[in-house]
């Protein structure tokens, strides 16, 4: 079955303690990226990236890294967060060799920092 | 900048009443055009998608949206609205030659027994 896999889902943490939030894709696709969810605002991307060892910054990158050694795997990394890092992420994956492809979604990780 | 209006961030129907979510596109040059639903606590899912193959679009669960270039506007119809339906709906969008897609702030749907 073709999966998104984020972890993980909900995480409670203080300001400063840094966190990886990773993410897993069985789809073969060499995009992936990174969206944060808050009201009002719909989607807004983090990071993304075009294929191992590429990647680029989307529209709201502060405070977020990235790392894509492997295809498979795109962990979204968060060196010192604050609490307006609280959001709901999500990682996302598209077969690029489609041009009108769609993205696939993983559950989304919701992160709370207090 | 590229941009995507959802108009109403909330809309409300009846069981069984037309379910219509409107959404604006800011290029003239025809785009595709995506409508993603996310149930509570799950990611998103394509309910349909625009790729200039035919201008109306039907997607799952007996959603249509209508591609209309004059009016650069994707609007998502479902003619009988069911309880299952209630969610949030995203509109996003394509732009030829890019590779980001970029999403509108999302109208969520209530449905009324």
């Known amino acids: 079955e073709a999966q998104v896999t984020q972890n993980p889902r909900y995480l409670i943490t203080v300001t400063g303690k840094k966190l990886t939030v990773t993410c897993s894709q069985n789809m073969n696709h060499e995009y992936m990226s990174w969206y944060r969810q808050d009201p009002g605002l719909g989607l807004r991307q983090i990071y993304y990236s075009m294929n191992v060892e590429v990647t680029d910054k989307g529209d709201v990158p502060e405070g977020y890294k990235v790392s894509r050694k492997e295809k498979r795997n795109f962990p979204l990394i968060l060196e010192s967060p604050s609490p307006n890092q609280t959001s709901l992420y999500f990682c996302?994956?598209?077969?690029?060799?489609?041009?009108?492809?769609?993205?696939?979604f993983g559950e989304g990780s919701r992160l709370t920092v207090l | 900048a590229q941009s995507v209006t959802q108009l109403g961030s909330h809309v409300s129907v009846s069981e069984g009443a037309l379910v219509l979510l409107r959404c604006n596109y800011s290029?003239?040059?025809?785009?595709?055009l995506f409508w993603y639903v996310q149930y509570p606590n799950q990611g998103l899912q394509l309910l349909l998608k625009y790729t200039s193959a035919a201008t109306l679009v039907k997607g799952i669960n007996g959603f249509e949206a209508e591609f209309k270039k004059s009016e650069t506007s994707f609007h998502l119809t479902k003619p009988s609205a069911h309880m299952s339906d209630a969610a949030e709906y995203f509109c996003?969008?394509?732009?030829?030659?890019?590779?980001?897609?970029?999403f509108g702030a999302g109208t969520r749907l209530f449905v009324k027994a």
């Open positions: 996003a969008v394509l732009y030829t030659g890019g590779f980001k897609t970029i």
């Open positions: 290029s003239s040059v025809p785009p595709y």
């Open positions: 996302a994956t598209k077969n690029d060799r489609v041009n009108t492809g769609e993205l696939f």
